[in-house]
């Protein structure tokens, strides 16, 4: 549902036939039934959505937007992830009464949530601006006090559809990260919330000037490169904010974003954060899960960190929007990234006025996601610049090891001459730097030599970073700095999300200082440049700077407690090929394994 919302609940995007549909997935498709995983003629990226059939409460027997009948020839695709998907969110909110889950009801739950108590007297409430599946959004005005005539939003919960505790736990945080990131250029003022017996009242800026959507479509679909670019900076400031602060929002889609204003130069504001959660740092020991390529079957391995550098907590819940969700969502495991690839996928309807992902039915999108590269040979592509087209693919990488972080996003050659505004502190540079830490002097090495490869822009992005914590005149940066730049831009949701306890977690920088040639070797992402087409020049030119270097004979034995492998592991059989027979020093092979450490993969291979 979208909060802050101006457009009137009757939309002239709904159908004239009769449709279940949502008027934000109004426009109905092709008619021909073998159109899936094809373009709509009319706005490709604004087709019924699948979605809305595990978003509703009830779906009519009978539409006109319905999955027909198929008949598959053997062997039977994939299990869909879709029917999983509706059941958590049915179970999630309590819209599905038949799904069984520990006989959780309505009946003994708490629904008292300490929020202020005298709403109707503080609030004068007007007409209905917007509507979602559990609530409403209306707007209001203040009835007295400095604010007196001040228009607000309004977002009203009813009770009586909290019918699970997981329901009511997300009203409660819901208003609680909306209280914590309140004071973001893009998002909505929080004023406050309020109860009574029924709802729940959420108080916040009006935001008059409609849906990012809305803008859309009233360009046919197609932005220009300059104007994409304007919008992006602002999405991509307020998620690198949400990030910085443990919070993962889950929901990003165009739909989500209002502008405060009809003027073109208004400012953009997030909302929604009704499936937002806090994304914590990863404890001494974690489990990790390893899916390999063409494996249907998770395979879960247990290591400590002297084993492992770090793994963050990752999230299970499957939420959020069908054509802008992330493969790692459909699989289970995911963290900030997730957000990522919806960015990525907003910006490619952005600038080709198309879904990356698109079919008639929830399935066909959750295979094509997971499973379909999104083109870039079709127009307007050709046309636009190769940044731009680098810019989308970074986003929507597959991989979100390999995938930009919002900050980085802003350092990219395609929109950071655009971007006045100063560079965001990421939150991956101090989890890179954690990992780098509690290394071997080896791996060290290793990610030094890497980091003399890193061309101008990539030095950008780790000079931008270096510079926001502060370092002393001798350049030079320590944990003092580390935790001035963060509270700079603490608020209360840091605390929830747990990041003072990440920063224990550097406390070897508590005794000694790091320039900023060390600092590069300690923030580069092994992972995301990978990505790049230049991965194989950058390994082979570091390999031979480690050779000059640092690479030196040294035995098996030697090498596994260097990695700080047990006596369990089968070190031989792992190892064995990251040393040169001849004599006895790092392979390349070896070499780039040290690069990412020791890893689930590394020793399942074996």
């Not at 038949?98 to 007297?121: H, M, N």
Request: net charge positive; glycine share 6%.
């Amino acid at each position: 549902m979208g909060l802050c919302h101006s457009k009137p609940p009757s939309s002239d995007r709904v159908p004239a036939q009769n449709s279940p549909l949502p008027a934000s997935e109004s426009i109905k498709p092709p008619p021909n039934g073998d159109n899936e995983g094809k373009k709509s003629p009319f706005f490709p990226f604004f087709s019924p959505s699948p979605a809305h059939s595990f978003f509703s409460k009830k779906t009519p027997a009978t539409s006109g937007n319905s999955t027909p009948k198929r008949f598959f020839k053997r062997p039977f695709p994939p299990p869909s992830p879709a029917k999983h998907i509706r059941a958590v969110l049915a179970r999630r909110h309590g819209s599905v009464k038949a799904i069984p889950e520990g006989g959780e009801s309505e009946v003994g739950l708490d629904k008292s949530f300490g929020f202020s108590k005298g709403f109707s007297s503080k609030y004068e409430v007007g007409e209905e601006v917007g509507r979602g599946h559990f609530g409403y959004t209306c707007a209001a005005k203040f009835k007295k006090g400095d604010s007196k005539g001040l228009q607000v939003a309004v977002k009203v919960i009813p009770k009586a559809k909290m019918t699970t505790a997981i329901a009511i736990e997300d009203v409660r945080r819901e208003v609680k990260i909306l209280r914590a990131l309140s004071g973001h250029n893009n998002l909505p003022h929080f004023y406050d919330a309020y109860e009574d017996h029924d709802n729940v009242y959420i108080v916040m800026e009006l935001c008059e000037g409609g849906e990012l959507l809305d803008r859309i479509l009233s360009r046919g679909g197609k932005y220009t490169e300059e104007d994409a670019k304007t919008v992006m900076i602002q999405i991509l400031n307020v998620v690198a904010f949400c990030h910085l602060q443990g919070v993962v929002h889950r929901d990003l889609k165009p739909e989500n974003f209002l502008y405060t204003s009809k003027e073109d130069t208004s400012q953009l504001k997030a909302i929604d954060f009704g499936l937002s959660d806090y994304v914590r740092p990863g404890k001494n020991s974690c489990l990790l899960l390893s899916l390999p390529p063409q494996s249907r079957r998770p395979t879960f391995v247990y290591y400590t960190l002297s084993q492992f550098h770090f793994a963050d907590e990752r999230l299970n819940d499957i939420v959020g929007s069908a054509y802008y969700v992330a493969p790692e969502v459909l699989h289970r495991s995911y963290s900030t990234e997730a957000d990522i690839w919806s960015v990525g996928v907003i910006v490619y309807i952005l600038l080709c006025g198309s879904r990356p992902f698109w079919a008639r039915t929830e399935s066909g999108i959750f295979r094509a996601v997971l499973k379909a590269d999104p083109t870039f040979d079709d127009t307007p592509w050709p046309l636009l610049s190769s940044e731009a087209r680098d810019f989308v693919k970074r986003l929507l990488n597959k991989d979100p090891r390999r995938r930009l972080t919002a900050a980085q996003a802003l350092s990219h050659p395609w929109i950071k001459d655009s971007n006045d505004a100063k560079l965001p502190l990421d939150i991956l540079v101090f989890k890179l730097m954690r990992a780098y830490l509690r290394s071997s002097s080896l791996r060290k090495a290793a990610l030094r030599a890497l980091s003399k490869t890193l061309t101008v822009d990539e030095l950008f992005y780790l000079r931008e970073q270096f510079a926001l914590l502060e370092p002393s005149k001798n350049g030079t940066i320590s944990l003092e700095n580390i935790k001035s730049a963060l509270m700079k831009m603490a608020t209360d949701a840091m605390k929830d999300s747990r990041i003072p306890e990440f920063l224990a977690q550097l406390s070897a920088l508590k005794y000694r200082r790091m320039d900023f040639e060390e600092f590069c070797a300690a923030a580069l992402s092994v992972h995301q440049l990978e990505a790049l087409d230049r991965w194989e020049q950058h390994a082979r030119c570091a390999y031979e700077l480690f050779e000059k270097e640092g690479n030196r004979p040294i035995m098996i034995d030697e090498l596994a407690s260097e990695l700080g492998l047990g006596p369990s592991v089968p070190v031989h059989a792992v190892l064995h090929d990251w040393l040169r027979h001849t004599d006895g020093k790092l392979s390349f092979l070896g070499f780039v394994k040290l690069l990412h450490g020791v890893s689930s993969r590394t020793i399942k291979a074996h």
